[in-house]
Each structure stands twice: as structure tokens, then as C-alpha cells.
């Protein structure tokens, strides 16, 4: 919440004195005060065009002055006066974060309002005009959040901090370019308490970034009879290359995820002489992809006892097939930085229950480059400091040897590099070894941001695989942290060159953190641009051969780090980003095939990669088996005198010549096991993994499958 200011912006007020030239009449007794007329007696006219007339200006009688009513306070900015070039404003500040804030409202760009009484039911209009000066070099972009608030004094004699009354979108992502925002305003509940302070703010704390603000206003309506539903609200634009339904890339990622993520399995059932069966009934059910669909997971919500906890679980295991912990297997939740329920402790046991459930969990992360997040005292020799990293690391890696398919070895690497850049970064190559040496079993991979939706890292991040690689560290993959805002959605087709810029280091690609941010889920544009970018970059994603998964960072909103990007609401109801995800993975992605076997006793289809169960009826007898599918396609003869479940029994079963000549396998005794060609032996595809088709989601929740919690 925003401190109460104890020190102002200094700034010089510029008053123009330029005459209203006989429009006061229409504008009203406001306006005939006005000094600089020109900016707020077209901010009026524009406002009367839109149906809303009346209101009085707070904070004086021009733009400069409503600007010269506003402070921040904080050590760690920079504010510069500044004429507006072009603008129909002339006064404007710029603030400048020279420090990375600890929250985005440490830095309140504030004023108080101190010169009427504001009361339940009042409306009013912010206008403002913002632009991020720097929004291509923070990667995220430059974002504001605007605030009417109440700041009192609580029972107790602490400070309280009422609810945000900006109705509608509050938070904005801005460009390079000014533009015009409007915030409409109604006070709709007063808290308890007294020495209530009424306030309008802006908040600057995202990033080290730079915030421009200028042609500012609060009209103040409560004595007309406009409503909040008479305001304006600025209206975006949320469109990127490609978003059409009959955008052309979109028949070229069909073709290429046909070819990709799709093989041939050959089903052939024989009688207990090897007499090949014809007319046997076969079904065949995709039960997980070979593709990672994962998402991050609440070590306690996974462990915990309630009902939420509960629907938290059994809502994982429908929707996703691999797993990571947001926050337990860290380094400050190692040290019970983060209390119990992310410790060590929580760590195993979140992990014990994903391997009851054959879900594989990824490891994150070991390296975050900054001394206090490693923990590592940063007044000590180089060698002592690269040391105390390597002991961190060793540490948790090794306590989850060849449990963990991979890490995120070394996370923002570069933005975060504080100790690399102190100590040298050469050292790195000893903490890429170092995870090696501790757990020769996990793949370990480079995790970044700002690679997929913005160029600020582009170049240091694919520099620095490079001299991985050129150095001989023992990298084995490439991560990406796909977190997205609305103003930053890269086109399917950008996203296939960027994947190709990296994919050239011949490691396999993962989106390890996804998710689409708005501001606001009651503007159905900003709902529909999230579903339809949730449904661009999974289809994108899909279709690019380098890539291997994408890994969701969280699903419900409360237990999610940006509560709009989650698929389900507080109330477990599905969002239409999360229908665009299961409609595409569940359904336009999942293979359920049945027939007949032919004379030759054979059934053959083409399906998604993956692991499938396979249902054969004839002659008064069923069997069921396992079977999965991999790159080179797969052959199955099932012997219908086995019967079973496909649990206990095992099998023949030897690859083909070449990858085109696929798996071939036999079934007898009580089961039956096929081998893959290619992908990551043990882990994604077990026989108890996340079941992701609808027959095994069916049978989960009849309880016809035991499911341990």
C-alpha cells in the first residue's frame, strides 16, 4: 500500500496563462479559473462528446498544478521535470527506478485529496497519460497500477489501507508511446476505523523501469448525476499477428504436429495356438502424452488435508502429466526461509505423492545468481563464494538423485548474475559440474526469462549456451519461462523463429513457466485475447520439433503468483483460457480408436505419441494392456489366453532395425509391456502417469482406479 508521503516532489509549477477566449460560459465555473485552459477544456469537450458533462477538477485549476500535487517517496527513484513534446499537455514527470523495488507499491507516485470530504457512493475519473520510456530494455513491459484508495487509522492505532475503488482495468502495461487512460472511480464500502485520508496513486514499482506521466486529472462527479457506468474506460487493443481463425500458419502447425506428435500402432491379436483372431474388438485410449503438458504445483496444497486441497489434487491429475514445485526445492526454502510448508520436509513428501502417482516432477532450481537468494555471504574470496554455491546445490541435488527426470540448473542467468559478474564467470563452469557430479541421472538445463516475449535477453541468453557448450559443460536442455502480459504476445510464427534460434544448439527446448496475465476478468477482451493466446502458443509450441513440453506455472487463482493467468477461478470454475488449454490437449490432441481386427487378425491407427490402454474382447474374453507409443510407431500382438490387466506380466519385446521400423512387442502372461523408440526412458509416459484421455479420467474418478493422496 502506498506510505504516506513526508516529502514532495520539487518541481517547478509552469502556469500558462492563455485565456479561455470567452469559453467559460460552456465549460462551467471550473474552467473559468483555469490557467493553462488549453488541455483541460479539451479533456472536458472530449469527455461531453462521450455523454459525460459536469464535475469539478480536484487537486487545481490546471494540468500543471494536478501534477504538482503528486510526490513519490522513495530512496530508490528518480524524478525529472520535463516539457512534453507534441502532447496537448505541457508539464510531465519522469521517474526513473535506479534500484530494483521490493513490491510495485513500494514506488507510489501519490496525492492526497484534502480539500472536500469524499463519501460512500461518490464517483469519480482519473485521466491520465503514461508512457514506459524504457519498455523494450525491461523485457516485461513497463507497467502502472492505479489506485484510489483510503489510508486511516485502524482500532489498534495501525495503518490500514482500504480496497482499490478504480473500477474496472487498474493495472496497464504501457509502450514507448504516450497514451491516454482513463480510471473510473467509485467509492463503494468505508472501511472501520477513523482519520480517514483519501488519495489517488499510481504505481511504479515494477522492474527497474521508467515511468513518464503527464495530462493529469480527478474529476470529481458525486455532485451530478453521473454514474460510474457513464465513464469512460480505456479500450485495448489486443490483436497479434496471426490471432485470426483463418490465419495461414495455422494449416501449416496442423501439418506439422500430424507429423510430429503422431505415429502408427499395429494391434495384432492371436488365440493361444498363435492363430491370428479375426473380428476381436479392439480399443485403444491415449492415458498421457509423450509431450509434457505439466504445470507448477503448491507443495501445500499437494500435502495438504482440506477439501481444497483435495479438488486441488484430483484437478492436477486430470488436466496435466509432469510436474515442478514453485517454491520448496529452492535454496531459500532449503535454509526454512519459507517456513514448514515449503521446507524440506514439504519438498519429499510432494514428491513421494507424484511418484504414487507415476507423475514425474522437474527440479526447481538449484542457481539463482544472487547472493542472498543462495544464501552465500558475499564478503569472501571468489573461490569461497563460488564454493558456498556449490555446497547449496550439491545439497539438494544430491538429496533427489535419480529421482528427478531434470533441474533448472541454472536459473536468470542473466537476470540475475550478481555473483557471476562479481567472482567471474568462469566459476559457473565448476557449479554446471558440480550439478553434474551430484546427480549424473537428472538432465540439467539453463532457465530464462524475457526469451519468448520480449528481445531485452535474446542475445546474452542464446551467448551464453553458446559458451556452455563451447566450454564443455554438461548443459542437456534448454528452458524458457514464458510468462506473458497482454501487450507483449508474440506471434505464433515469431515464436517458431525463436525456437529455431535456439533449437541450432541441438538441445531439447521446454517452456518451463506459462502463463497469459490480464488485468481485469470482467473486460471480455482481455478474456478472449488470453484464451486465444493460450490456444496460439500451445498450438505453436506443439508444432515445433524441438520443443518437448510446456510446463503451465500454476492453474488455480488461489494458489497462483498472478491469480487473472490461472485456468480455474477462486471457485474452481473453469476459465475460457483453461477450456482453449483442455479442449486442445484433452480433446483436439487425444487419440480413442476402436474396431475390428482384419483377417489378418491386425487393427492399425495413427495416434498421438504417448501411453495408451488397450482393451481386446473376442470369443467371451477381454484382456487389457499397456502399450506406448513412440517416434518409430509400434507393433502389438496381444495373446488373448493371457488375460489380465496388464500389470504384472511381462514381455518379449525388441526395437526395429531403424527408427521407421518402430517397436515391436509380444504380450503373454499377465501383461503385456511395449519399449519406445526415442524420448526419455522412465519418465512422462508411465503406466500410472497423469491420465490425460477421457476414458482413464472416467475411471479415476469412479473410483475404479485407486488413486493414494
Known amino acids: 500500500m502506498a506510505p504516506k508521503p513526508n516529502s514532495r516532489l520539487r518541481r517547478r509549477a509552469i502556469l500558462r496563462a492563455l485565456g479561455l477566449l470567452g469559453a467559460g460560459a460552456a465549460l462551467g465555473p471550473v474552467a473559468s479559473a483555469q490557467t493553462d485552459g488549453s488541455y483541460y477544456s479539451q479533456l472536458r469537450a472530449d469527455l461531453e462528446s462521450q455523454g459525460v458533462s459536469g464535475g469539478e477538477f480536484v487537486y487545481g485549476d490546471s494540468a500543471a498544478a494536478a501534477l504538482e500535487a503528486f510526490s513519490i517517496d522513495a530512496s530508490g527513484v528518480e524524478t525529472t521535470e520535463f516539457q512534453a513534446e507534441g502532447m496537448p499537455f505541457s508539464d510531465a514527470v519522469r521517474i526513473e527506478n535506479t534500484e530494483a523495488p521490493a513490491n510495485p507499491y513500494s514506488y507510489s507516485f501519490n496525492a492526497d485529496i484534502t480539500d472536500r470530504e469524499v463519501a460512500v457512493g461518490d464517483v469519480f475519473l482519473a485521466v491520465v497519460y503514461a508512457r514506459g520510456t524504457n519498455a523494450a530494455d525491461v523485457g516485461e513491459s513497463v507497467k502502472t497500477q492505479a489506485g484510489f484508495k483510503y489510508r486511516y487509522t485502524n482500532p489498534d492505532g495501525s495503518t490500514g489501507y482500504s480496497q482499490n475503488y478504480v473500477q474496472g482495468t487498474a493495472q496497464v502495461n504501457l509502450s514507448s508511446e504516450w497514451k491516454r487512460f482513463y480510471f473510473p472511480i467509485e467509492i463503494t464500502e468505508k472501511p472501520g476505523g477513523s482519520e480517514f485520508q483519501p488519495y489517488l496513486e499510481f504505481w511504479t514499482g515494477w522492474n527497474r523501469q521508467t515511468t513518464e506521466f503527464g495530462g493529469l486529472a480527478l474529476f470529481d462527479y458525486s455532485d451530478t448525476d453521473v454514474t460510474v457506468d457513464d465513464l469512460p474506460v480505456t479500450e485495448f487493443n489486443y490483436e497479434y499477428e496471426g490471432r485470426a481463425e483463418d490465419a495461414a500458419w495455422r494449416e501449416e502447425a496442423q501439418s506439422r504436429i500430424e507429423n510430429l506428435r503422431k505415429a502408427d500402432m499395429e494391434v495384432s491379436v492371436v488365440d493361444g495356438e498363435g492363430n491370428t483372431v479375426e473380428g476381436a474388438s479392439v480399443e485403444a485410449a491415449l492415458q498421457s502424452h509423450n509431450f509434457d503438458f505439466g504445470s507448477a504445483v503448491a507443495a501445500p496444497s499437494i500435502n495438504g488435508n482440506s477439501g481444497d486441497a483435495e479438488t486441488y489434487r484430483e484437478t492436477f491429475l486430470e488436466n496435466f502429466n509432469k510436474s515442478v514445485l514453485e517454491n520448496a526445492m529452492k535454496a531459500p526454502a532449503w535454509r526454512g526461509e519459507y517456513g514448514a510448508s515449503l521446507g524440506p520436509d514439504a519438498a519429499r513428501d510432494a514428491l513421494d505423492w507424484m511418484d504414487e502417482q507415476g507423475v514425474p516432477m522437474r527440479g526447481h532450481a538449484l542457481v539463482w545468481s544472487t547472493y542472498d537468494w543462495m544464501g552465500v555471504d558475499s564478503n569472501q574470496s571468489d573461490d569461497a563464494v563460488s ?201 483436439e490432441w487425444h487419440t480413442e480408436e476402436s474396431g475390428e481386427t482384419d483377417s489378418d487378425g491386425a487393427l492399425s491407427f495413427n495416434g498421438f505419441k504417448g501411453e495408451y490402454e488397450l482393451t481386446v474382447r473376442a470369443n467371451g474374453t477381454e484382456t487389457t494392456r499397456t502399450a506406448t507409443l513412440g517416434d518409430g510407431g509400434t507393433s502389438l500382438e496381444i495373446d488373448l489366453s493371457a488375460s489380465g490387466d496388464g500389470s504384472d506380466g511381462d514381455a518379449d519385446a525388441e526395437d526395429g532395425d531403424s527408427e521407421s521400423a518402430g517397436t515391436t512387442a509380444s504380450a503373454g502372461g499377465d501383461g503385456a509391456t511395449t519399449t519406445e523408440s526415442g524420448g526419455t526412458p522412465g519418465f512422462g509416459v508411465g503406466a500410472g502417469a497423469a491420465a490425460l484421455g477421457a476414458g482413464a479420467l472416467a475411471k479415476r474418478l469412479s473410483g475404479e482406479e485407486d488413486t493414494e493422496e
Open 387 to 587: 564454493e558456498a554455491v556449490v555446497e547449496s546445490l550439491t545439497e539438494r541435488a544430491a538429496e533427489f538423485e535419480g529421482r528427478l527426470p531434470e533441474w533448472d540448473m541454472h536459473n536468470h542467468p542473466m537476470f540475475y548474475d550478481e555473483i557471476w559478474q562479481d567472482i567471474g564467470q568462469e566459476y559457473v563452469l565448476d557449479w554446471w559440474d558440480a550439478a553434474e557430479e551430484a546427480d549424473s541421472e537428472a538432465e540439467m538445463y539453463a532457465n530464462e526469462i524475457n526469451i519468448l516475449g520480449s528481445d531485452s535477453l535474446l542475445t546474452r541468453y542464446d551467448d551464453y549456451l553458446s559458451w556452455l557448450l563451447e566450454n564443455d559443460a554438461p548443459v542437456d536442455g534448454v528452458g524458457f519461462q514464458g510468462h506473458f502480459g497482454l501487450s507483449q504476445l508474440t506471434p505464433p510464427e515469431e515464436l517458431w523463429s525463436r525456437y529455431d534460434r535456439f533449437a541450432r544448439h541441438d538441445l531439447p527446448l521446454i517452456v518451463t513457466e506459462f502463463d497469459v496475465q490480464i488485468n481485469d476478468r470482467g473486460r471480455e477482451n482481455e478474456v478472449d485475447a488470453q484464451a486465444d493466446y493460450v490456444r496460439d502458443f500451445l498450438t505453436a509450441s506443439f508444432a515445433h520439433e524441438a520443443v518437448e513440453g510446456v510446463m503451465s506455472w500454476g492453474f488455480w487463482a488461489a494458489n497462483h503468483w498472478r491469480p487473472t493467468a490461472a485456468y480455474y477461478g477462486e471457485d474452481w470454475s473453469l476459465r475460457p483460457h483453461g477450456e482453449a488449454y483442455r479442449s486442445l490437449v484433452l480433446d
